[in-house]
């Protein structure tokens, strides 16, 4: 394998193109008596030249796989949600919520623009994935507990507080990706009007 995969490098075409050119040089008389000197020096020189090899990149997957993939954990974590038992207070948050995530998510502009947006897609993940799902199985645990232990203070707050957290940098992230579009089209109004200016100068 380690020979075959030498065979094929860069040194070794270079170090043999190298050498063809050394026999060349033997079939015109220049090398003399010493032209396995001469081939396996020029050999041995353009092995030396030769780029190294760059290690192939790591197949990671594209924004618009990755996109696919949290589309379906989002769908996971809806079936999840749709189990919970939330007090109305809390429900009516966490359904604000989801329904600007799944509009975040929904094919189209605020995809595509997701697609070449790295923090935004990790924030969106996050959400999704992590922060979400904790906030809701904690207030069931916590729940639980204060069944058994009254007097404490109701976590049915702090649920609603984590869910209101989360709408606003839900909220953020669809601000900044309305932001892209408005600077795309000022860009696109002051390329039009310049082009119209030059188009009057040159008249």
Same mark, same amino acid.
């Given at each position: ?29 220049? /090398? ?23 290690? /192939? ?7 618009? /796989?990755?996109? =696919? ?20 207070? /809390? ?76 709408? =606003? ?35």
């Amino acid at each position: 394998m380690a020979i075959s995969k030498y065979l094929e490098s860069r040194k070794n075409i270079a170090g043999s193109v190298c050498g063809i050119a050394g026999l060349g040089l033997t079939f015109a008389g220049v /090398a003399g008596p010493y032209w396995p000197v001469v081939v396996a020096g020029l050999y041995g020189a353009g092995a030396l030249i030769a780029p190294p090899e760059r290690p /192939a990149l790591p197949d990671f997957p594209d924004p618009s /796989a990755q996109l =696919e993939e949290l589309r379906a954990d989002f769908d996971k974590l809806c079936g999840y949600l749709a189990e919970v038992d939330l007090p109305p207070a /809390a429900g009516g948050r966490l359904t604000e919520l989801t329904n600007l995530l799944s509009a975040l998510l929904a094919p189209g502009w605020a995809i595509q623009l997701l697609a070449h947006d790295p923090e935004g897609l990790h924030t969106l993940g996050r959400a999704v994935r992590q922060d979400l799902p904790e906030a809701v199985d904690s207030f069931v645990r916590a729940r639980w507990w204060t069944r058994l232990t009254p007097g404490q203070e109701p976590p049915e707050r702090h649920l609603e507080r984590q869910l209101g957290l989360l709408r =606003e940098e839900a909220e953020t992230l669809a601000a900044a990706l309305r932001d892209t579009e408005a600077r795309r089209q000022e860009t696109h109004t002051r390329y039009l009007e310049d082009r119209g200016g030059g188009q009057g100068i040159s008249a």
